[in-house]
């Protein structure tokens, strides 16, 4: 019998949810709210069951990734801000004046409190709704107390029903978000492959859909080492984490030399006899990308990893044409089959304990609690911005729906919170995802409601709705919406038979807090993409100048044991780009008389992009070849002046010694001209390529400057 369960029942499950974080997730907070709500439901107390669900489905919203231990507290922290935002609502609730400044004034509070850290940040989230959620309850609760009580215990079941989960497979959240960041690799990698062959318009597309990417991979690699630390704070020692620490190494590793560009390859694509080997590295990076996200299936679901052997056969073949002289040499080709060929030899030897026996360490916070608060403080984090706007999005919501009376009119603060964001182009999105996902969720729903008449039908409706919105909630926000509507309409079905009758006021609600988020976010303190393009620019032109200087200090100092101040700037450089990144694709959503600059601002993107690419490959060579690299020390450390006085330009401050950048580029040409080395000519290729793209830069930036003043 073994056998027929392993194949018939094991294999299918595992691939359907536990290799599915998302999946898993929705199934997790679907049986606990099913656990709550069933068996009240059949008791004929609906409404306890469906406050105990959405405290549950509050809980499982505002849940963080810790340590078993830190889980705990977080639970703790949880229950406590939990009790006291629902117990607020329900004794303010005869005080609508109260009530609205309580409101207002406690999500300053809460979110300034949920900054500090991502704990924090959680479990304030969790307490504004839960808040919310019992202000929309309160008219049909049989007395004041209920709802705190349930709201709460709802909360607290989830959070131990998880908790015993995370007991049972510890290492299971540092597993989901290492296999987030590798899949995410292997999705920056298929998309880079289409790089080779290219030409110069498919290289300009490609490049900044790398560039949009490589938000999401940062991201996770971000994630990542949070749930790193937490895990090292709450262990005795750091030997059970070293696996997991040696794959997030590797996944730096591997998104270094993946973001790499070693020379213009629309240009190589142009000759005719690159042609096989062109299709070659983009049929290497495809297998690469392939491998990376077998990995990643393979940390979620402990099934071993086999390295694919076509990746093996794909790499050889690219050497032998290095090894028999069948690319040029001094062209970067060699290079990129070397970056790819290391890829794949760290990739297969992942398993080798001999691969790193030391533990690295990584970055951190190191500011204090008090520190971080003040910080929040300054005008110009937009944190605090964020509050305030939410608050008064709240406080004029909560005024529209008192004085025009409108029928569960919290459903209007409900929206804002849910639809106002830290930007303008963040909330339009958000905007029209909530106002769509909802039109449809009542729709569906309503239909559907028809055909399942029984409370018995309604309730595994319920059900269904809470397991698709988890499932979607990550994936496609609106889709999670038609899923939290139809939620809703079973729940008030349940409660009072009145679901159907409030989708049209839900609909109304719903259009009212949309307008009054976009207007808030329109109106008040707005921070236009075009205004903040110049200082993107010169932060992440400092940012890569300071990676840049890492990586010639790497060349010149003896290999260590920890890069960690490497590792720190390189990653400080890819925040700076994906900053960049997203200001070009926010500002395509503004207002048209707003999109100043958007050429430019497509422009800048790709530049700096294309600089982080090459700083990348000059970097991810560093411990090869070192006895070369020295003869062309002088001319990184010009580059790097460079790179310093198109920051300082771009920053209206003087420089104490300018360099003309043209004269740089003719220098590193005469030099690739006079030596026969090859691997000095392919560095000196890297070089010239950063210095280009510095100078396209600097006359980028000029122009942008002339047309802001």
């Known amino acids: 019998m073994k056998p027929f369960v392993k194949q018939e029942w094991y294999e299918p499950a595992r691939r359907m949810f536990w290799s599915q974080p998302d999946r898993l997730m929705a199934i997790k907070a679907t049986l606990a709210i099913a656990f709550l709500a069933v068996p009240l439901v059949l008791l004929g107390h609906p409404f306890f069951a469906v406050s105990l669900g959405l405290g549950a489905l509050a809980g499982a919203l505002s849940e963080t990734d810790d340590h078993p231990r830190g889980r705990i507290k977080s639970l703790l922290l949880k229950i406590a801000s939990f009790g006291i935002s629902s117990l607020s609502v329900s004794l303010l609730q005869p005080y609508p004046v109260l009530l609205g400044l309580g409101l207002s004034l406690s999500t300053i509070v809460f979110l300034l409190v949920g900054g500090l850290n991502e704990r924090y940040r959680g479990v304030t989230f969790g307490a504004i709704l839960v808040g919310i959620y019992a202000m929309i309850g309160a008219s049909i609760s049989p007395a004041w107390y209920w709802q705190p009580i349930l709201l709460t215990s709802g909360a607290l079941f989830y959070g131990l029903f998880s908790l015993l989960l995370l007991y049972l497979h510890p290492w ?62 709450s262990l005795a020692n750091d030997e059970p984490l070293i696996p997991y620490l040696r794959y997030f190494m590797l996944l730096q590793s591997l998104h270094e030399r993946a973001a790499s560009s070693h020379e213009r390859y629309d240009l190589l694509s142009n000759e005719p006899e690159n042609k096989a080997v062109m299709e070659g590295l983009g049929q290497a990076l495809r297998q690469l990308a392939g491998a990376v996200r077998q990995f990643s299936f393979c940390l979620l679901t402990k099934v071993p990893y086999r390295h694919p052997v076509s990746l093996e056969w794909v790499i050889n073949v690219l050497n032998n044409l290095v090894e028999d002289g069948k690319i040029k040499k001094g062209s970067d080709l060699p290079l990129l089959v070397n970056n790819l060929t290391r890829s794949h030899y760290s990739l297969k030897n992942l398993s080798d304990e001999r691969v790193r026996t030391s533990v690295p360490k990584l970055a951190r916070d190191e500011r204090g609690l008090l520190q971080r608060l003040k910080d929040q403080l300054s005008w110009n984090n937009p944190r605090l911005r964020y509050a305030l706007r939410l608050s008064l999005c709240f406080l004029i919501g909560y005024m529209v729906s008192e004085f025009l009376h409108l029928r569960k009119g919290e459903w209007v603060v409900l929206t804002c919170l849910f639809v106002l964001q830290s930007s303008y182009s963040e909330t339009r999105r958000r905007l029209f995802q909530r106002i769509l996902g909802t039109l449809s969720g009542v729709v569906g729903g309503v239909l559907i409601v028809q055909i399942l008449p029984t409370t018995v039908g309604q309730l595994l409706f319920m059900l269904v709705s809470a397991y698709l919105f988890f499932a979607w909630l990550k994936k496609n926000y609106s889709v999670s919406v038609v899923f939290i509507t139809t939620f809703v309409l079973c729940a008030f079905n349940l409660v009072s038979s009145q679901g159907v009758a409030l989708m049209l006021p839900r609909v109304i609600d719903t259009l009212i807090g949309s307008s009054i988020a976009i207007l808030s976010v329109r109106l008040l303190w707005p921070a236009w993409q075009h205004k903040r393009l110049p200082g993107l620019l010169n932060e992440a032109l400092r940012k890569n100048a300071a990676y840049f200087s890492a990586v010639i200090d790497e060349y010149q100092s003896v290999e260590e044991e920890d890069d960690l101040s490497y590792r720190i700037v390189r990653r400080q450089a890819h925040r700076a780009d994906n900053a960049l990144a997203l200001a070009w694709q926010g500002m395509q959503l503004e207002p048209r008389k707003r999109r100043m600059f958007m050429k430019q601002a497509f422009q800048m993107t790709y530049e700096n992009h294309a600089l982080l690419s090459y700083v990348s490959a000059f970097g991810a060579h560093r411990r090869l070849n070192k006895e070369f690299s020295m003869e062309i020390i002088p001319l990184a450390e010009g580059v790097l002046q460079a790179l310093h006085c198109a920051e300082s330009k771009l920053a209206d401050t003087e420089v104490e010694q300018d360099i003309c950048v043209r004269e740089l580029l003719e220098r590193i040409s005469d030099y690739m001209g006079s030596t026969s080395n090859s691997v000095v000519k392919q560095q000196l290729t890297l070089l010239y390529n950063i210095a280009d793209v510095t100078y396209q830069i600097m006359v980028l930036s000029a122009s942008i400057k002339q047309e802001h003043v």
């Open 172 to 233: 299971r959240l540092l597993e989901e978000q290492l296999a987030r960041g590798f899949s995410a690799l292997g999705n920056y990698m298929e998309l880079k492959a289409d790089l080779f062959p290219s030409d110069e318009k498919i290289q300009a597309k490609v490049r900044n859909q790398l560039a949009l990417q490589n938000v999401k991979l940062v991201e996770a690699l971000d994630r990542c080492k949070e749930v790193l630390n937490s895990y090292r704070d």
